[in-house]
């Protein structure tokens, strides 16, 4: 080793004091993240999504003045077909901590410099009746969307992004960066509508989600022959294989040009991740994406005018190491990062 270069290191950092950081921009990070006083262990205190601040229900409702971002919870799965579990999944991301909080490639730490909190979960009056949980989440979101704050919700299953979407997309339909295995736009199954196989059809008919500015990124499996709908509405469909092929650079700029410059939502299904990296949900599928995979399309969605996302379908009962949760928390820190990267954009679109 160079004798010289070794003396000048030692010099520079063998003697800094800590916290010492001399790259002007990663120190101007340490700044934002590392307040006086002492910083809180990661492992210590009561579980938040991300560490955030913890804004408890007010009223048996969400506390939502003053905020720009809510972190909610949405534990509610009775739209499940196959393995129930992913109640649990507010739970489940809230206890891991080891996310965040700069992101290296965006180059931002999202927590700082705004009015984010964690605001607890939707409150819903029945824990047996789907439809009247639907109605709960819907009219909560009605109250975020009022207040001027994004929303960025976890679930439970995937029929939460139906009555989010209600809400949101009400009066200027959104369009949607859907990353899943499934399509989920199937038809009634089994007497029922409001399951997590057909949120996106059923947002498409009510008028809140445009088709022609939703993509929906990873599907594979066994159901192609369900998704119909998404076809002849105009969604893009871009296949698991066909993100091996094109790569996530490639996915994202067609999510860009499909999405625009006007509003649209995030929704991401932990089912996306083929089960190596994601075992703890009810709906797994063989030959799904990798976590690197996901998370670069999202990041290559920097800058578009998102005004809200959800992660979804967390069973953490099948997740016996707690990546599934894991990678769930990773991917609602690169959503919130894109939240923050979308303010000049969202104001530009008049959201």
């Given amino acids: ?46 579980s938040t999504f991300l560490d955030a601040l913890y804004r408890p229900l007010k009223d048996d409702a969400l506390d939502l003045d003053g905020l720009d971002y809510a972190l909610i919870g949405v534990p509610m799965d009775l739209g499940v077909t196959n393995r129930a579990g ?18 290296h490639q965006l180059k931002i730490a999202p927590l700082a410099d705004c009015a984010v909190a964690d605001v607890g979960d939707v409150m819903m009056r029945s824990r047996y009746d789907l439809v009247s949980c639907h109605a709960d989440i819907e009219a909560c979101f009605e109250r975020v969307r009022a207040a001027g704050v994004v929303p960025l919700a976890i679930g439970g299953d995937h029929s939460i992004s139906l009555p989010i979407l209600k809400a949101l997309g009400r009066g200027r339909p959104l369009g949607l960066v859907h990353i899943d295995a499934h399509c989920d736009t199937s038809g009634p199954y089994e ?30 499996g066994a159901a192609e022959y369900l998704w119909e709908f998404s076809y ?4 893009t469909v871009v296949h698991a294989e066909d993100v091996l092929k094109l790569g996530p650079a490639a996915v994202a700029a067609k999510a860009r040009a499909v999405v625009g410059d006007q509003p649209f939502y995030v929704s991401f299904d932990v089912d ?18 990798t976590s690197l995979e996901a998370i670069e399309i999202l990041r290559g969605l920097a800058g578009l005018p998102m005004v809200g ?43």
């Fill in 86 to 103: 992913s109640r649990l999944g507010p739970r489940a991301v809230r206890a891991i901590e080891r996310v965040g909080p700069y992101e």
């Fill in 232 to 235: 002849e509405s105009g969604m």
């Fill in 1 to 46: 080793m160079d004798q010289d270069k070794l003396r000048a290191l030692r010099e520079k950092y063998g003697r800094a004091p800590e916290g010492t950081i001399f790259d002007p921009e990663f120190a101007e990070v340490g700044r934002r993240i590392f307040k006086a006083g002492r910083r809180p262990w990661p492992f210590a205190g009561v």
């Fill in 191 to 220: 007497g029922a509508k409001f399951h997590h196989g057909g949120p996106f059809r059923q947002a498409v008919l009510e008028g809140v989600l445009d088709p022609e500015r939703t993509i929906q990124i990873g599907i594979r």
């Fill in 309 to 351: 996302g959800d992660v979804v379908e967390v069973a953490p009962q099948y997740d016996t190491s707690s990546n599934t949760a894991h990678a769930a928390a990773q991917v609602l820190f690169t959503i919130f990062c894109l939240a923050r990267l979308a303010e000049p954009a969202r104001k530009a679109a008049g959201w």
């Fill in 272 to 289: 996306s991740l083929d089960p190596a990296f994601a075992p703890g949900t009810g709906t797994p599928e063989i030959g799904g994406m």
